[in-house]
């Protein structure tokens, strides 16, 4: 590690850059693949050997679960590996006075920490292309993988409720100037499996003066017509005067957009959306009218940008704290403190996120104002320990 540090791009780096950057290496492998382990035992692994046990889970497809389950929890450890690694060295180094002897050369504590907020900000955007790129694949594909080795259906396949209104113009019974902008179509599908609304009901209110009704037991979308095939329903129309017609049907076409099929594949887990998926149901759920869930996937959208900010908030408080002249500390306690900090910075994480899915405050501030009230504490940390 030494030559390798020595020679290539690495030389442009100072002596003292390159000497703590060694010095971080080592332990922030270390606690990420530790932090990974024990995420993957608590949270995947006793699971499958439940199901191994109990459902006759073969070892082999508990084996891939277990593999496409990492990226997930991997970055999860990223960011608590950093701060552990910032702290442990950082702590080490101060009790050995060899910071101490760097402050006798006029070495700032800026300047001596400067080597961990690299690392850290290396290891955001490690962690924003694990979750963005890596982790919605690799964990649609262990949830289909097991799904599928236990007999049950897709997870990807199935929803509830579906609920979609469908705004536009009206056409007018008598002429084209009574036409009007409004609801025209409610979607609703009881349940939607493997690519099938089940219990679907539509009210059609695209003509002035009618209303329709549409219940089938099936809907089917059709690629090729662009429109949907409803299988074993009645129609009921109402007009104006009061009078009414209603007809049964085997097979019935119905022109309504593709929207209730995508609306009902969206992710139920922004974990498993992409940035770009996310934003694509965000629209979704404006389309429909369902401002809730557009809040909060407006929320998870900002979250997966600030989620990797962790690495430089913890691996400032890590650092930072770590270098203080007059911090002494056992590696005991460093991890007591090291999980005190997650904690904390967890919990007042979560609580924003609430607050920004209820719209009690915006969703960039609900993502945003954790990450810059750490980073403000972190900075009068580092002030403090400069004097």
């Given at each position: 590690?030494?030559?390798?540090?020595?020679?290539?791009?690495?030389?442009?780096?100072?002596?003292?850059?390159?000497?703590?950057?060694?010095?971080?290496?080592?332990?922030?492998?270390?606690?990420?693949?530790?932090?990974?382990?024990?995420?993957?035992?608590?949270?995947?692994?006793?699971?499958?050997?439940?199901q191994?046990?109990?459902?006759?889970?073969?070892?082999?497809?508990?084996?891939?679960?277990?593999?496409?389950?990492?990226?997930?929890?991997?970055?999860?450890?990223?960011?608590?590996?950093?701060?552990?690694a910032?702290?442990?060295?950082?702590?080490?180094?101060?009790?050995?006075?060899?910071?101490?002897?760097?402050?006798?050369?006029?070495?700032?504590?800026?300047?001596?920490?400067?080597?961990?907020?690299v690392?850290?900000?290396?290891?955001?955007?490690?962690?924003?292309?694990?979750?963005?790129?890596?982790?919605p694949?690799?964990?649609?594909?262990?949830?289909?993988?097991?799904?599928?080795?236990?007999?049950?259906?897709?997870?990807?396949?199935?929803?509830?409720d579906?609920?979609?209104?469908?705004f536009?113009?009206?056409?007018?019974a008598?002429?084209?100037?009574?036409?009007e902008?409004g609801?025209?179509?409610?979607?609703?599908?009881?349940?939607?499996?493997?690519?099938?609304?089940?219990?679907?009901?539509?009210?059609?209110f695209?003509?002035?003066?009618?209303?329709?009704?549409?219940?089938?037991?099936?809907?089917?979308?059709?690629q090729?017509?662009?429109?949907w095939?409803?299988?074993?329903g009645?129609?009921?129309?109402?007009?104006?005067?009061?009078?009414?017609?209603?007809?049964?049907?085997?097979?019935?076409?119905?022109?309504?957009?593709?929207?209730?099929?995508?609306l009902?594949?969206?992710q139920?887990?922004?974990?498993?959306?992409?940035?770009?998926?996310?934003?694509?149901a965000?629209?979704?759920?404006?389309?429909?009218?369902?401002?809730?869930?557009?809040?909060?996937?407006?929320?998870r959208?900002?979250e997966?940008?600030?989620?990797?900010?962790?690495?430089i908030?913890?691996?400032?408080?890590g650092?930072?704290?770590?270098?203080?002249?007059?911090?002494?500390?056992?590696?005991?306690?460093?991890?007591?403190?090291?999980?005190?900090?997650?904690?904390v910075?967890?919990?007042?994480?979560?609580?924003?996120?609430?607050?920004?899915?209820k719209?009690?405050?915006?969703?960039?501030?609900?993502?945003?104002?954790?990450?810059?009230?750490?980073?403000?504490?972190?900075?009068?940390?580092?002030?403090?320990?400069?004097?």
């Amino acid at each position: 590690m030494n030559q390798l540090l020595r020679r290539g791009p690495w030389r442009r780096f100072s002596l003292l850059d390159r000497w703590l950057l060694i010095e971080l290496l080592g332990p922030l492998l270390f606690f990420v693949a530790l932090f990974t382990l024990l995420l993957l035992t608590g949270g995947v692994m006793f699971e499958l050997v439940r199901q191994m046990v109990d459902k006759n889970l073969p070892i082999t497809i508990a084996a891939q679960v277990l593999l496409f389950s990492t990226p997930r929890w991997l970055a999860f450890s990223v960011p608590m590996g950093t701060l552990m690694a910032s702290l442990f060295v950082y702590t080490r180094l101060s009790a050995n006075s060899e910071l101490t002897a760097l402050r006798s050369l006029g070495v700032t504590t800026a300047r001596m920490i400067a080597p961990a907020m690299v690392v850290a900000v290396l290891m955001t955007g490690l962690t924003f292309v694990l979750n963005d790129v890596v982790v919605p694949g690799s964990n649609r594909f262990a949830e289909v993988t097991l799904q599928r080795a236990l007999g049950r259906s897709l997870a990807t396949e199935k929803g509830q409720d579906i609920i979609y209104p469908r705004f536009g113009p009206r056409t007018g019974a008598v002429d084209d100037a009574s036409s009007e902008r409004g609801l025209t179509q409610l979607f609703f599908a009881r349940r939607f499996r493997d690519g099938e609304m089940q219990d679907v009901t539509v009210l059609d209110f695209s003509r002035v003066g009618f209303t329709q009704m549409l219940v089938a037991k099936k809907a089917i979308w059709n690629q090729e017509q662009a429109s949907w095939d409803f299988l074993d329903g009645q129609i009921l129309t109402l007009n104006s005067t009061g009078s009414s017609s209603q007809a049964d049907f085997d097979r019935y076409v119905y022109p309504l957009g593709a929207g209730p099929l995508r609306l009902a594949r969206i992710q139920k887990d922004a974990v498993n959306m992409t940035v770009a998926e996310a934003k694509q149901a965000e629209r979704l759920y404006v389309e429909s009218g369902n401002n809730k869930d557009a809040r909060k996937i407006r929320v998870r959208i900002q979250e997966k940008f600030t989620f990797p900010m962790a690495c430089i908030v913890f691996g400032l408080f890590g650092a930072t704290l770590g270098a203080q002249p007059s911090y002494r500390t056992s590696r005991s306690f460093a991890f007591v403190l090291t999980l005190g900090i997650i904690v904390v910075y967890y919990v007042i994480s979560f609580s924003f996120s609430s607050l920004g899915v209820k719209g009690t405050i915006p969703p960039l501030a609900a993502a945003w104002l954790p990450v810059l009230i750490s980073l403000g504490a972190g900075g009068l940390l580092l002030r403090q320990a400069s004097r």
